[in-house]
């Protein structure tokens, strides 16, 4: 998307617009288009333009996990390389964030790290258009385009002294957003070039994902050769966002849709029916099961009618199974039993510990419950998967229902006639 260049000369026009378009009238002069469209967002969202920009801050702990699990890790020496020493000689910071808009990464003029909590930017924060208005990273998060945001174009009047320039990067594998790369410094920093350097730099980024990806997946197909040599029937090895590697016995697709949630066993896929999945180096060995394409789809019976015996039934098309279970993750199954549409980690952390902070405990009691349970899990929200039929043995009486469990989700239940 071509983006307007800013003019610095321009700030007190646009100061005289900002107050117009907050007087409710029409701006004259007025702004480029798409700081008009980021304050009209904002508007409509509520904004408070003298509210104070900061937010409340992540966990330390939240913080490792989302730079953990995020896609742009990886990448983070090419943004450095590119990004970091000049924003540091510019009297400015490099900021990269998730797709949610909150801050993982910080990095350039130690003065302007300093300056810039002040706004609250740093590790943590929040930076979307909803919780501080018109700005670079929150905008670039609203358009998934690059932008430019400088002085009075900030909808937060504290924000005024800034100027930063941000641009989205995308998984090249998937085409989602991984997160805002962004530079940000004092307003005397303006330099008009500032957005095609960003631009530049997260377009890098995502290239040197893409010879990554292909790397993998030439050293997948080395692996999966000889196993689709040894194998009849129908098969393919795909990585793990479903780039197909190799392929026997039936004509090759460039990419098979994956639920967003896969384990080995038996898995059901929507094109090619029942299918057993092995883990690979890399990806997935997937082998059609022939004749099933029609099968049902699977059933999970959640049996907490004995508090010794606690146990979920799965039953497919091809076999049933029996995972015993612990009470804690008893409570979290019962909880994505209640809410069939799916729950957050707070969410869950709220259920059953009445905490909605208790994430990192939730994701690793998900992770141990997913190593029996892959096959009926889903996640992001985490839920029974959309095909699979639950139903929950309660006990006889109410109050027998986990009877050592304080899980708000279970003493509700108790309290209510109403069961799942």
């Not at 992540?58 to 020493?85: C, K, N, W, Y």
């Not at 003029?109 to 002040?118: C, L, N």
């Not at 890098?204 to 790397?215: P, Q, S, T, Y």
Request: glycine share 8%.
């Amino acid at each position: 998307m071509e983006t307007r260049p800013v003019v610095t000369g321009t700030v007190r026009p646009v100061r005289r617009a900002r107050g117009a378009r907050l007087a409710g009238d029409r701006p004259v002069p007025t702004p480029r288009a798409e700081i008009d469209a980021s304050w009209e967002r904002v508007l409509r969202i509520g904004v408070d333009p003298e509210q104070s920009p900061g937010s409340e801050l992540l966990e330390m702990d939240e913080i490792e996990h989302r730079r953990r699990t995020s896609a742009l890790g990886g990448v983070m020496p090419v943004l450095r390389d590119g990004l970091a020493a000049i924003a540091d000689a510019a009297q400015q910071i490099l900021v990269v964030t998730d797709p949610e808009g909150r801050v993982l990464w910080r990095q350039g003029h130690a003065a302007v790290m300093r300056r810039a909590k002040d706004i609250c930017l740093e590790e943590g924060a929040a930076w979307s258009e909803s919780t501080t208005g018109t700005n670079a990273i929150g905008t670039a998060l609203a358009t998934r385009s690059p932008v430019q945001v400088h002085s009075a174009e900030h909808f937060i009047r504290a924000l005024h002294g800034w100027t930063c320039a941000a641009a989205p990067v995308r998984d090249p594998r998937d085409g989602k957003l991984m997160g805002i790369v962004d530079i940000s410094g004092p307003a005397s920093t303006f330099h008009p070039a500032t957005l095609a350097l960003v631009g530049s730099v997260a377009s890098l980024a995502e290239g040197e994902m893409r010879a990554r990806h292909l790397v993998a997946i030439e050293r997948l197909r080395s692996v999966a050769a000889p196993i689709l040599c040894r194998l009849g029937g129908r098969a393919l090895v795909v990585d793990g966002h479903g780039w197909l590697a190799a392929v026997s016995g039936m004509p090759p697709v460039d990419r098979l849709p994956l639920p967003k949630s896969l384990g080995p066993g038996r898995v059901w896929l929507a094109s090619l029916g029942m299918c057993r999945v092995e883990p690979l180096p890399g990806g997935w060995l997937v082998q059609v099961a022939e004749g099933q394409r029609d099968a049902p789809p699977r059933r999970v019976v959640l049996d907490l009618s004995r508090p010794r015996g606690l146990v979920a039934h799965v039953a497919g098309p091809v076999g049933t199974w029996t995972v015993r279970l612990s009470p804690r993750h008893a409570e979290l199954l019962y909880a994505l039993a209640v809410h069939r549409e799916g729950r957050t980690a707070a969410e869950l952390a709220q259920d059953v510990f009445g905490d909605p902070t208790r994430t990192v405990t939730v994701r690793a009691e998900i992770s141990r419950i997913r190593r029996h349970l892959a096959e009926v899990l889903a996640h992001r929200p985490y839920r029974f998967g959309e095909d699979v039929e639950v139903e929950v043995v309660h006990p006889d009486q109410p109050e027998d229902l986990l009877p050592r469990s304080t899980a708000p989700v279970v003493l509700g239940a108790r309290a209510s006639t109403h069961r799942v």
